[in-house]
């Protein structure tokens, strides 16, 4: 079991910047892919960005791609979105999660252990 804590959301203005967290417990963190989801209201929960075990690979979302950077601190078990450039399309909950297998890792199907999410909202 792993258990996941995200911290860091919050309201902030666009063009704005906002670092989100999300601290693991339980198993060692350090042997998954750790992911960061979105779901805004009346929508499907859509992949924003994944990092390897060792933090060597990356993978972002198009709508993302050069704007926002995920990395972990496998040291402090924790996984880091830094957001920049919102825009209010990115108003959403945010979510991290954790899968067993490397990535590609682009589906709900694919993680194992979730969060609760964050709110982040992003105002015009």
């Known amino acids: 079991q792993v258990q996941l804590v995200e911290s860091g959301g919050g309201l902030v203005q666009a063009g704005g910047s906002l670092r989100l967290a999300c601290a693991a417990a339980g198993r060692t963190f350090s042997w998954y892919t750790m992911g960061w989801f979105r779901q805004a209201p009346g929508k499907e929960r859509e992949f924003v960005a994944a990092i390897s075990w060792s933090g060597g690979s990356t993978d972002y979302a198009d709508s993302v791609k050069g704007r926002f950077t995920i990395s972990r601190d496998n040291a402090k078990n924790t996984v880091y979105l830094q957001m920049a450039g919102l825009k209010p399309e990115d108003t959403a909950v945010y979510y991290c999660?954790?899968?067993?297998?490397?990535?590609?890792?682009?589906?709900?199907?694919?993680?194992?252990?979730w969060g609760q999410g964050t709110q982040v909202t992003v105002s015009s």
């Open positions: 999660a954790a899968a067993r297998r490397e990535l590609p890792r682009r589906t709900v199907y694919d993680y194992d252990y």
